[in-house]
């Protein structure tokens, strides 16, 4: 008995000792293909579906749009479909012509058919999609023939073109299913540069080069993504080669700079976190305390300490990077003296010497919240109230759980101020979250009026010209930048790190290889996917 | 009638548990934790709140005795404060558990019969649930506030304390001074309250100080999840995971915590089981 | 015999409905929605209502009960966050829990049990408080930090991959090699999880053992002149075990629970973290389903465990 039980642990000892030998001289295999450290397991495999961004990025490489960003996102460029045409008028119609001879992963040609049967499960009530907004403006779609799809819109709708890059299915493969819990979200087929392989849940989703891809094969053979939920492991697995790409944090960035076979990119993103003022409680209306309390914050010494520098401090509601943030409206100083003057002003004092401000008695005392879970917002909500705290604003600062926090807090518009994020779009139309009519039932959970902003937000949506829209997204930039709806805090610097061994690689008409730096664009590290390659037994320098 | 028993009872046990050296430390180290906690504002060299980016995630130093966090502020302030925490949730919740679970033990116990049996089948319903599971599920949908966290755990530990009590009454009811107060007509609450149960209160106790330390560790686990106590207000649970983050340029704020959470937890069980060891009458011959 | 199983059985299902009913207040009763989730500005909210309608969150609670167990035994459940059928999920995953669990027992038990029996030949000798400090040491001490500090340590000092099921760059290995692999993936994690358990039970076995080796029976064996080994591991450790049978059936509700954190850290693809990513997307089939089946293991476990104690136990027998 006593053996037998002794045994068990005897045993162990000896598989370890044998898996230490093994396992220490394994060598790392120069294959050609790429690894990317997720900290999410996707969740539906399908572009309609999908809304967080672990599958997004997937389905971006497995399924196609009609036409996608070009590299500065500013403009488009031909993705399934070859060319587009905008007839303008007060009923706009876009006609998409389609490439001919794109083949689906399983080998079916791709028509106009399947871009309608595509906008058709977008629009069906039953499917669980947040897209359907995207399209409310369509008065009806057309397939003019297989390879010609026609788009007429009720009203101008110039972010409608941008919709368009939203992933086509397969008409032949979902139309007899129920497109909520098909079999096909786990396994899907697209029009895309690599196709689906496998899929283990919460371990990793191996994807690989599509050999019919229009543009060409993609020269990767394989990419994988492998699912790490904690990044103080992923960053252990990109040191140990487990890992080729990875989002780096700004304060890996040190360390990851000093690694030799990693190189470090960076990228502004197209977010921005920002504090939320509540309109409607009194304590906020006054446009003076509001820039007063943008001026005690000390937006610089934020992105400094917390962010390490990776942050831009913005002056206005847009990435800092884009063609419609307007340059020349400055973000308002840290000037603490300043926001004494400016509370002073709108009448607050500490006038009972408990070191709190007070006008007609109440006390300049508020609720700072903010969703758990996020370690910048922590740090930035704790750094805020202490600053304010030094002006005389009595804040207290709590965290709640997101779904919460959510429908708790802002939706029910219940909350003093908080600290929030927006992930934009490349497309500047943020109607949704500015106009007055989006109060109720939108995302203007501020409760923001501004008559002359509302105008220029209708106005720029129906403007098809990039020139005229630039003048009023500039205009409306610089409304908001006077009103301080929210203190705009930062839009944050991306940081990634890949392995030196990739490339990009291009063949010129003898067949030689020539290879070229990936380089960041604005679109993303990723925008010329297909071409990247890891060269056999060529180690790229800097 | 009612409390001299009680007395020279607690007397001989304390006799017993001093001979036990680990106890002893354990319960001196307690003590020790009471008094930090206690006096924290006194002792805490720097405001725990206060931040100082600019002296963001130092070593340990002699200014600062483990360090600063992310933000500047001192982590061995933060640690004093943080006593306090661990110290009220473990004692809120595991007095939450002992209440209701001497109630339980007490009725079902007393009343026998269906009472019993209600009773014990909503023991077993309770032992069904993965405790764990239903204390984070219950915290994250209602909102990690330390009131809740208290609640939660209190509301999930009652029924070993039940089940102990229950036992205590089942065998005590029969004895001669119970049925002689019947006799007497005494009404049953004052005969549960006021006579079998200081007879019954001894193996509470020991569950109880095992109990506050689960209770310390369940915390630093709802912390390790995201589910502890929120920051700003600092717990060993919360310094430990906003730490996780930056293991490796400050395994300060990995290390102390976890030291922290370890001493204490093993005071309370060192206690618990020096406890018990002084109840048995089986193990008390032996020393 | 058979009036008992029925009367049990009876008692079981009743018991199993109850909790099925509470649980399914708790988490319906709690704030937050799994559909409104999205922050996503370019997302109007009449969508959403009707996303929530699609999942019959408009309906009233008892119905939505109803529903989910409709749908649980039509095979028609499906998760709130991916679309995939409910059972399906925890299907394949289940065993990886099942798998680190029943590692680490035995790793318990063949630990344990024998540190309890030498503690107990040798009652506080020297040896036996180091074992005992070393014990409430094990009870002590957080987890998670422990297998923090070892996966640091491992990685930093070896180099080695710890996480998952299996070391990722696996291409060309042989199918030895494979199984090496997976075991020593298997093995960190169970062995962290077994501390705790290896604690608490070598304490259990100790405080048996010393009882039963006070009993007559044992003394008439030693003066029989038997050896020692036999002594102690045939006759005294049996009747010692006896009350260890019980703890079996408190063994499966603790594979859910104690399973979240190590499988977080480890990310170990098993239903502790299944159950942790549901609770917080507020996947309410999968949360319901989970906790229904971890309701209806512990049950069975524990009635199994009742019988094993009447059958080994010949002083026990049921009214």
């Excluded at chain 2, 005590?172 to 019954?200: K, S, T």
Aim: charged share 20%.
């Amino acid at each position: 008995m006593k053996t037998v039980l002794l045994s068990f642990p005897l045993l162990f000892l000896i598989l370890l000792g044998i898996n230490l030998i093994f396992v220490s001289s394994r060598p790392t295999p120069m294959v050609n293909q790429l690894i990317i450290s997720s900290i999410g397991d996707a969740s539906y495999l399908n572009p309609v579906l999908a809304q967080d961004s672990a599958s997004s990025d997937i389905n971006g490489l497995v399924f196609n749009g009609l036409i996608k960003y070009n590299r500065d996102l500013q403009g488009f460029v031909g993705d399934l479909a070859e060319s587009w045409e905008i007839r303008p008028g007060p009923e706009p119609e876009i006609t998409f012509f389609l490439r001919r001879g794109v083949l689906w992963h399983d080998g079916k040609p791709f028509s106009a058919e399947d871009v309608k049967f595509t906008y058709d499960k977008i629009m069906d009530e039953k499917t669980q999609t947040v897209r359907r907004s995207d399209y409310e403006l369509v008065k009806k779609v057309e397939v003019v023939d297989p390879y010609t799809f026609r788009v007429t819109y009720k009203q101008p709708f110039s972010p409608g073109l941008g919709t368009w890059g939203i992933g086509i299915l397969p008409k032949h493969r979902l139309e007899k299913e129920d497109i909520n819990t098909t079999s096909f979200n786990r396994s899907p087929i697209g029009t895309g540069p690599f196709r689906f392989v496998e899929w283990v849940s919460d371990e990793k989703i191996v994807l690989e080069a599509n050999p019919r891809y229009f543009e060409g094969r993609p020269q990767l053979d394989r990419i994988i993504y492998r699912i790490i939920p904690e990044t103080s492991l992923s960053e252990m697995e990109l040191l140990t080669r487990g890992v080729d790409y990875y989002g780096v944090l700004p304060h890996q960035y040190q360390r990851m700079n000093e690694i030799p076979f990693l190189k470090i990119y960076s990228q502004p993103s197209l977010s921005y976190t920002y504090i939320g003022y509540n309109l409607k409680n009194p304590l906020f209306q006054d446009k003076r305390v509001r820039q007063a309390l943008t001026h005690a914050i000390h937006r610089e010494e934020i992105v400094q300490y917390v962010l390490y520098g990776f942050g831009n401090v913005i002056s206005g509601p847009f990435p800092s990077h884009l063609w419609y943030y307007n340059p020349n409206v400055k973000p308002l100083p840290y000037d603490p003296v300043k926001a004494k003057k400016l509370l002073t002003e709108a009448g607050w004092r500490d006038t009972d010497g408990d070191g709190v401000l007070d006008r007609e008695g109440k006390p300049f005392r508020f609720k700072l919240i903010t969703n758990s879970g996020n370690d910048i917002r922590r740090d930035v909500g704790v750094l805020v109230q202490r600053q304010l705290r030094e002006l005389g604003i009595d804040v207290t600062f709590e965290t709640y759980e997101w779904s919460v926090f959510l429908k708790n807090f802002i939706n029910a518009k219940h909350f003093d101020a908080c600290i929030l994020g927006w992930s934009l779009s490349p497309d500047p139309d943020d109607y949704m979250i500015w106009h007055s009519s989006q109060i109720e039932k939108g995302f203007n959970f501020i409760s923001y009026v501004n008559p002359e902003a509302d105008r220029l937000w209708e106005e720029g949506r129906k403007e098809y010209d990039l020139e005229r829209r630039r003048k009023i997204y500039w205009r409306i930039h610089e409304l908001i930048a006077e009103d301080q709806p929210y203190t705009f805090l930062f839009s944050p610097i991306g940081i990634s790190a890949l392995q030196k061994k990739f490339v990009l690689v291009e063949r010129d008409p003898s067949g030689r290889e020539i290879y070229r730096p990936i380089q960041m664009e604005k679109a993303g590290l990723m925008y010329d996917l297909i071409k990247w390659y890891v060269p056999r037994g060529i180690v790229m320098e800097k | 009638m009612k409390g001299s028993g009680t007395i020279s009872q607690f007397k001989l046990i304390w006799k017993y548990f001093k001979r036990n050296r680990l106890a002893l430390g354990g319960l001196t180290i307690i003590i020790a934790i009471f008094f930090v906690a206690g006096t924290a504002p006194l002792l805490a060299p720097y405001d725990p709140g206060k931040t100082e980016v600019s002296l963001k995630l130092k070593p340990p130093s002699l200014k600062h005795f483990l360090g600063t966090d992310q933000l500047g502020r001192d982590v061995f302030s933060r640690m004093l404060y943080g006593s306090r925490i661990s110290l009220s949730v473990g004692f809120v919740a595991v007095g939450i558990s002992i209440f209701i679970g001497i109630l339980v033990g007490a009725i079902a116990g007393y009343y026998g019969r269906w009472v019993d049996s209600l009773l014990m089948r909503l023991v077993d319903v309770m032992f069904c649930f993965p405790t764990f599971f239903l204390i984070l599920t219950v915290v994250a949908l209602l909102g990690p506030s330390i009131f809740n966290i208290m609640v939660v755990i209190g509301l999930t530990s009652w029924m070993g304390t039940a089940r102990f009590v229950r036992a205590e009454f089942l065998s005590l009811r029969e004895r001669d001074f119970v049925q002689a107060a019947r006799a007497l007509g005494v009404n049953d609450r004052r005969i549960i309250f006021r006579h079998i149960l200081p007879n019954a209160l001894a193996p509470v106790f020991v569950t109880a100080t095992l109990d506050v330390a689960t209770a310390i560790l369940v915390e630093a686990g709802l912390s390790f999840l995201g589910f502890g106590v929120q920051p700003p207000a600092p717990s060993w649970g919360n310094i430990l995971t906003e730490g996780r983050t930056y293991i490796f340029d400050a395994w300060w704020l990995t290390v102390f915590p976890g030291l922290a959470i370890l001493l204490t937890v093993l005071s309370f069980n060192l206690v618990g089981e020096g406890l018990r060891d002084s109840l048995d009458p089986r193990l008390r011959g032996r020393r | 015999m058979t009036r008992f199983l029925f009367k049990r059985l009876l008692q079981l299902f009743i018991t199993l409905i109850g909790i099925s009913i509470l649980s399914w207040i708790i988490i319906t009763q709690a704030p937050g929605s799994p559909i409104a989730l999205t922050m996503d500005p370019k997302v109007s909210p009449k969508i959403i209502e009707q996303m929530e309608k699609n999942y019959d969150l408009d309906k009233p609670i008892y119905q939505q009960y109803f529903l989910w167990l409709k749908k649980l035994f039509t095979g028609k459940l499906y998760s709130f966050k991916d679309g995939r059928p409910v059972l399906e999920k925890i299907g394949e995953r289940i065993w990886n829990t099942l798998l680190l669990n029943l590692v680490a027992t035995l790793i318990i038990f063949s630990l344990a049990i024998p540190l309890g029996v030498f503690s107990a030949r040798r009652p506080y000798s020297f040896l036996d408080n180091l074992g005992t400090f070393g014990a409430y040491l094990g009870l002590s001490i957080p987890g998670f930090w422990l297998a923090y500090l070892v996966i640091l340590a491992t990685v930093k000092l070896f180099g080695y991959p710890v996480l998952g099921l299996r070391s990722f760059v696996i291409e060309g290995l042989s199918p030895p090699e494979i199984v090496l692999d997976r075991i020593w993936h298997l093995m960190l994690p169970a062995s962290i999880m077994a501390i705790h358990g290896i604690a608490g039970l070598s304490r259990y076995t100790r405080s048996s053992m010393l009882e039963v080796i006070r009993q007559d029976y044992i003394r008439t064996a030693k003066s029989k002149g038997l050896p020692e080994e036999v002594v102690y591991y045939k006759h005294a450790l049996r009747n010692a075990l006896l009350p260890i049978i019980t703890l079996f059936g408190f063994l499966i509700p603790g594979l859910i629970g104690g399973s979240i954190i190590m499988e977080s850290v480890f990310a170990w693809p098993g239903i502790g973290r299944l159950a942790y990513q549901a609770v917080l997307a507020r996947d309410y089939p999968v949360v319901m389903t989970i906790l229904t089946i971890s309701a209806v293991l512990t049950l069975i476990g524990n009635f199994i465990a009742d019988l094993l104690y009447g059958v080994a136990d010949p002083r026990i027998r049921y009214q």
